[in-house]
């Protein structure tokens, strides 16, 4: 494997991954919410770059596509691990992370079942539309959690008013990154079902009797 910069910006955002959740262990909140939001953030970018760049650069290696998807999948779920954690367990946050989890998971087994066919599932055009939702609920996500504890997470300092009544910017980041989330659900779920679909047949013809 050659260290070109669009496999160093990959192997980055798989060790980004575990940061994501390693920053509440080492700052209190808000901050450790803030401190997540800005590594998400800035793994989320490389995604973009390390590919764009492997392809102008004509750079593309096997280690490189076999890492991409995993560094992917590894930071939205680790992301939505944390976020269901801090969120109280909010249902309207885990339904969706369940169907987001669960099509990972099984796609992955799809893939490893397939072996080198696997390439019956390459990534459409859908599925990094996919993969660009969830990344951008996630980051919201983690935009409301921090900001509820900056408006909720603390005890009022003398002088100050009541909250004045309506949505509170944490309230607004929350609602948007759920319906994001919900959104980012579905596609999930479509783009799961259309590579079940492309690997049926060849199940069928290797299915065992």
Same mark, same amino acid.
């Given at each position: 494997?050659?260290?070109?910069?669009?496999?160093?910006?990959?192997?980055?955002?798989?060790?980004?991954?575990?940061?994501?959740?390693? =920053?509440?262990?080492?700052?209190?909140?808000?901050?450790?919410?803030?401190?997540?939001?800005?590594?998400?953030?800035?793994?989320?970018?490389?995604?973009?770059?390390?590919?764009?760049?492997?392809?102008?650069?004509?750079?593309? &290696?096997?280690?490189?596509?076999?890492?991409?998807?995993?560094?992917?999948?590894?930071?939205?779920?680790?992301?939505? =691990?944390?976020?269901?954690?801090? &969120?109280?367990?909010?249902?309207?946050?885990?339904?969706?992370?369940? +169907?987001?989890?669960?099509? @990972?998971?099984?796609?992955?087994?799809?893939?490893?079942?397939?072996?080198?066919?696997?390439?019956?599932?390459?990534?459409?055009?859908?599925?990094?539309?996919?993969?660009?939702?969830? =990344? +951008?609920?996630?980051?919201?996500?983690?935009?409301?959690?921090?900001?509820?504890?900056? @408006?909720?997470?603390?005890?009022?300092?003398?002088?100050?008013?009541?909250?004045? =009544?309506?949505? &509170?910017?944490?309230?607004?980041?929350?609602?948007?990154?759920?319906?994001?989330?919900?959104?980012?659900?579905?596609?999930?779920?479509?783009?799961?079902?259309?590579?079940?679909?492309?690997?049926?047949?060849?199940?069928?013809?290797?299915?065992?009797?």
């Amino acid at each position: 494997m050659k260290w070109t910069l669009p496999n160093t910006l990959t192997v980055l955002r798989l060790i980004a991954a575990p940061g994501v959740a390693v =920053m509440f262990l080492y700052f209190r909140r808000p901050w450790a919410d803030f401190a997540a939001l800005a590594l998400f953030i800035i793994a989320a970018i490389t995604d973009y770059f390390d590919g764009y760049l492997a392809r102008l650069w004509r750079q593309e &290696s096997k280690f490189g596509a076999m890492l991409d998807p995993i560094a992917d999948k590894a930071m939205v779920v680790i992301a939505i =691990m944390v976020l269901t954690g801090y &969120s109280g367990m909010n249902p309207w946050l885990i339904l969706p992370a369940t +169907v987001i989890l669960f099509r @990972e998971v099984f796609v992955s087994g799809l893939r490893e079942y397939l072996g080198a066919d696997r390439k019956l599932l390459k990534v459409t055009r859908l599925a990094k539309w996919k993969t660009t939702a969830q =990344m +951008v609920a996630i980051a919201i996500l983690f935009l409301g959690t921090g900001l509820d504890y900056v @408006e909720t997470g603390r005890a009022p300092r003398a002088g100050e008013g009541d909250i004045p =009544m309506g949505l &509170s910017l944490a309230d607004l980041a929350t609602h948007v990154g759920l319906a994001l989330i919900w959104i980012a659900a579905v596609l999930t779920a479509i783009t799961g079902w259309d590579y079940f679909r492309k690997a049926l047949p060849f199940l069928r013809d290797h299915g065992h009797d």
